[in-house]
């Protein structure tokens, strides 16, 4: 189906050709057009409200001055997009491709090759940090985008033609970007570098986030007992294999605070399960005995051991329970007031340095990646380098950190002899 071209946004420098694919054979010649251009602008329309993995409503493609807005809900065969994504031969231009690469992953068995995202780029030519398409259209090109439809439901059918739009504009400008981008990436001698943080993006995807490493990210159960993390690990491992497997939201299984809740708890049966679940009665009756019997197979037995620092001693040669837990992970605590003011003085060197090398600071290092290496390095008492230092950012920023580091810690262990 054809949509009226007067409908459809023009582009700075052509008029694209708009196109909704609905039909195998369509779609099929479509991909082989890919497959034999250059480069093409893609984005996903997807909906997750309801499921644990993203359910694809549309793929907007541009390629030689044509807008696809593919319908993946009556295309039968998709593989011939994965071959595209596939292809080293074409590059694919995408904004912000954290949930689309994901989706790909998921749906279409594939992570794209051959990228360029066009946030990271603007990132990097010094335009702004985790800027929005629209907000980067309108800077480079001078552009007004309606984001109205942002939380449409994009699995109805038929599609509305204002989400049509939506969907044209969300690809019909990325060609234009790219030009404008590799250009500027060009003249500052970073092309190498966007290209390769687009591949440490996709790694990240590739590797996913690991059930067990969950825990983690509940930074308000540091003060659980390292043995109370430990059982926490377990089930946050288990609720995401759980909602993995019946493809629904995390927070349907249990909600964060009640499976912290449940740890703090430590209930022995159901009903007192029943108790610390509070109003996830559902739960308490599909998984209560799953979560019991990880409670009660824990082969640690509770005690006072706090999650900020091991202290393990041994015996005369026997291994104990402390030993156990020697390389377990605890959940990052706030940092000491110590650590604090290396943290500040970490920040304050990135802040040197991207000035003096003309980065944002932001792209050579967060306030959240600099605490993680303060507090690993502190924790293992040498240094810990985060992975965002390797590549690129260890010549320039990573190698100078890890000296700042190494010298806190030779103070500390020199401090810690004199007494």
Known sequence: MTLSQPRFP???TSSPHCEFIDSQGAFDECMSLCLNSEYIAIDTEFVRTTTFYSNPGLFQIAVANRILLVDPLAVQDLSPLARVLKSNETKKIMHAMGEDIDLFKHSLKVLPENV???????????????????????????????????????????LTDRQKYYAANDVVYLVDLYHKLSSQLQQTGRKGIVEEECQRLIGVAETGSAPELYYLKMRGAWRLTRKRQVLLQRLCAWRE???????????????????QLIVEKMPSDRRELSVAAHQNQQAVHQFGQEILEIINNRPLSDGGTEGRRTGATTG????????????????MPPLT????????????????VARQSDFLPETLGNSKVLEEMVFKSCAASKVVV??????????????????????????????????
């Open 241 to 259: 294999q759980t909602a993995m497997s019946l493809n629904k939201p995390r927070a349907r299984i249990l909600p964060d605070a009640v499976l």
């Open 116 to 158: 360029f995202d066009t946030q990271i780029a603007a990132a990097l030519v010094g335009i702004g940090p985790s800027i929005g398409y629209a907000n980067l259209v309108n800077h480079l090109l001078s552009v007004e985008l309606d984001k109205g439809e942002t939380r449409s439901n994009w699995l109805q059918r038929p």
């Open 337 to 352: 007031p110590q650590e604090q003011a290396l943290h500040k003085k970490l920040k304050s060197l990135v802040r040197t």
């Open 10 to 12: 023009r582009s700075p």
């Open 316 to 331: 005369a040669g026997e291994k104990t329970e402390e030993d156990t837990l020697d390389n377990f992970l605890p959940i």
């Open 386 to 419: 985060p992975p965002f230092y390797q590549g690129w950012r260890w010549e320039k920023i990573g190698r100078q950190l890890s000296v700042v580091m190494q010298q806190y810690l030779d103070n500390r262990q020199s401090g810690m002899s004199s007494e």
